[in-house]
């Protein structure tokens, strides 16, 4: 694999879930999502500021990284794998 790139964004599945439970009440004010709006806007720039200071991404889970290794090593064996092999591979590497 060339580049190592996240293979899931929770980022943007954490911010995703926020404003579904935030959109699913029954009323939300114009003033509720702008203050959520500019939360949000503070939250990307301290994130921003931190990775121009050169602090490190935060750290992934152990668990996570073994299975990246896993994903990216069977992905690099490809052509030396059946299509089916190389699914079930990928299969036994994924969890829900």
Request: without cysteine; proline residues 2%.
């Amino acid at each position: 694999m060339e580049f190592a790139f996240p293979r899931t964004q929770n980022k943007l599945e954490a911010w995703h879930r926020r404003w579904k439970i935030l959109i699913a009440r029954s009323y939300v004010s114009i003033f509720t999502i702008i203050k959520q709006i500019q939360k949000e806007q503070n939250e990307v720039e301290m994130e921003i500021e931190m990775a121009m200071r050169g602090e490190p991404a935060t750290k992934k889970h152990k668990e996570d990284e073994n299975k990246e290794s896993r994903i990216q090593n069977v992905i690099a064996d490809r052509r030396n794998r059946s299509t089916m092999d190389f699914l079930r591979s990928m299969a036994h590497n994924l969890s829900f």
